[in-house]
């Protein structure tokens, strides 16, 4: 569940997460945020739907990580010494029939790879929808089994790809329980504090050295304020 949310995140850019894991069944998330705005839109992101479907380049639904994907049916592999994306295929003969509509039934026969596909907005013409797309592969013919996913990748693109992939086949749904914010104001008090109290605790050194050892002691803090 750590490495999902962590996907979900990744794949919209935030950085600078903090996720840990409270118990069997509750996540810690801390992260920082600009804004009111921002810190919703992170809440947003994280409660929302992060399932992977498989769309042609017009956005119908083909199939969703669910109806053909093994539990995490995606992995880093090796093609030729190349990094490439592995799928493994639970579902064999909804796989055929997938693919073999887009090979043989659509004009470019792109097969689109989605995480969290929103139908009122998100569209494979829309630049803004970009985000949200793994891959657009080229499927040349049907397949029964597992398959590859080739491209310009590195094995730390393609290692990328196939938790992204694994991220949106598991089926669960966060859930949030509680939100605590802290503001700059937060911080800023907190450094006035203490530096108070720093300065209460050096009266009260000086004063202490000041009785026990009179003008020595004296000069003593003197020289620990100046320091």
């Known amino acids: 569940a750590l490495e999902v949310v962590a996907n979900r995140l990744d794949i919209s850019g935030v950085k600078s997460v903090g996720i840990t894991a409270s118990g069997d069944d509750k996540i810690i998330i801390t992260v920082a945020s600009q804004n009111e705005k921002e810190t ?22 083909l199939a969703t990580a669910g109806d053909v994907l093994k539990d995490n049916g995606a992995r880093l592999d ?8 592995g799928l493994s295929i639970s579902n064999s003969d909804r ?3 997938v693919t073999n509509y887009v090979s043989s039934s659509t004009q470019d026969q792109l097969m689109v790879i989605w995480v969290g596909f929103d139908p009122e907005v998100d569209s494979y013409q829309n ?7 793994i891959s657009a592969a080229t499927v040349g ?25 694994k991220a949106g086949s598991i089926d669960f749904k966060l859930i949030e329980l509680s939100v605590s914010s802290i503001g700059a104001s937060y911080g800023e008090t907190a450094f ?10 050096l ?16 000069t003593s803090s003197v020289s620990l304020f100046i320091y």
């Open 141 to 165: 013919q049907p397949f029964y089994g597992d398959v590859i996913i080739t491209g310009s990748f590195d094995a730390a693109s393609a290692q990328k790809m196939a938790n992204l992939i």
């Open 192 to 201: 006035q504090n203490s530096l108070f109290a720093g300065a209460i605790a």
């Open 78 to 85: 090796y093609q030729d010494g190349s990094p490439v994306v």
């Open 203 to 218: 009266v009260a050194i000086t004063i202490l050295m000041t009785i026990l050892y009179g003008i020595g002691g004296l």
């Open 127 to 133: 630049p803004d929808s970009q985000g949200k797309i």
């Open 95 to 97: 796989w055929y029939e």
């Open 40 to 61: 919703l839109e992170l809440r947003e992101l994280l409660t929302s739907n992060a399932e992977i479907t498989f769309r042609d380049s017009q956005d119908n639904l």
